[in-house]
């Protein structure tokens, strides 16, 4: 029934208001009120206060003038794209966290099925298959990281470890944890920010001779107030952490959680998570069947034990198997939905909206395709790869390969402060050549002065190798 004098008009808002956006109803001036008075807020400015001015955009976009007809749209977009050059137009050697590795036909075949790729949110009634491929993802990845319970992939591997140090703070009921300085400046800026407030986050230092955590610097933060140690092996620096049980033995003297990040790619040669003593395992999928996307494509995963004061503190959905009342058939569905904030809303864990479940299942085909001879297989040949780049690089005049004496996986730093030349001035002359060298850290990691991360995947070959050392050498 509408009071007398509250007529509204054509758009849901009552005379005398601003009228609602045609399609965002809830702008409205009485229904913006209303809700930012729930949330104790004065003006909607204050919900971005977190946001550093650089970053926002202060007046109108940008925006060219609308185009009509489809034909100018498409021509406007081609042209935009033209302007980008993409890992496969260049020999590539970026990484930091997307990869380019082989994607195998049957994984682009699968995450397009209709049933995986239009099914979003689906329920029982209506899934042709999502639930059990997702369960199976689940299953083929907790065999991988010898760990128990692997959730539906969130965002990206950087909310998986910021969740993961939330779920050791709700399980500790500690508000301090610790991250290796051999991580991403990216990386440690979104946990840094997904645990605030509440929670403090400290870099661990990093021994500058091999690149792995310095255990000195652990033992002088680790105390009692820590919830947990986040280490990753290999690291931002494609060292494998060579000290991931005693980090975990120290940390658990402490009543610390071990949270371990890993690339699941390298598990057919490297020990698993759960053998070496962590709590929580999480990392990105993306280098499990998924193409560089331009900042698409990237998946996270948590996995636990099966511990279920640590399982209950899992914010994501579970898929589980169970028994139909049809002799010899079986369901699939929701573990534990009580704790997810599709169930109790504000009063979730955490909250979890759109996952990358496509992803789960895309990589659950990646690796029933690959089975523990194919990863092995493909672990020795990355291995042998950035061995052989190593040893290459390092015999061009003027070039260190830092963290030399310590084992790599994928990634690895090149110095090149003996160079004399800055690492921006030789990475656009190797663009030149359509050569992308690698990422530059002399911002991220100033400590490391003009130095390069270089990756190598099974896609290089060893003339792509030399390609870029006399490219390299020409350039210098």
Known sequence: MIESGTRPDSRGSEAGEAPAHPYIPNTATRARSQMLSAIGIADVEELYADIPDSLRVHGLLDLPEPLTAEVDLTRHIEDLLKRNTSTRDALSFLGAGCYDHHVPAVCDEINSRSEFLTAYAGTPHEDHGRFQALFEYASLMGELLEM?????????GYQAAATSLRMAGRFTGRRRVLVTGATAAAQLSKITDYLRPGMRVESLEVMP?????DLDSLARALTDDVAAVLVQSPNYFGVIEPSVQQIGRLAHARGALLVLSCDPISLGILAPPGQLGADIACGDLQSLGMHQQFGGGQAGFIATHDDEQIMRELPTRLFGITTTSVAGEYGFGDVAFDRTSFARREEGKEWVGTAAALWGITAGAYLALMGPTG??????????RTRYAMTRLASVPGTVVAHGPSAHFREFVLDLNATGQTVADIDSALRECLIFAGVDLSREHPNLGQSLLVCV????????????AENLQAAL
């Open 148 to 156: 128990d319970v692997v959730t539906v992939p969130v965002y990206d």
């Open 209 to 213: 001779d091999s690149g792995a955590t």
């Open 375 to 384: 990863m092995r297989e493909i672990g020795d040949t990355i291995v042998d």
């Open 457 to 468: 995947t099974e896609r290089h070959t060893m003339a792509d190798i030399d390609r870029f």
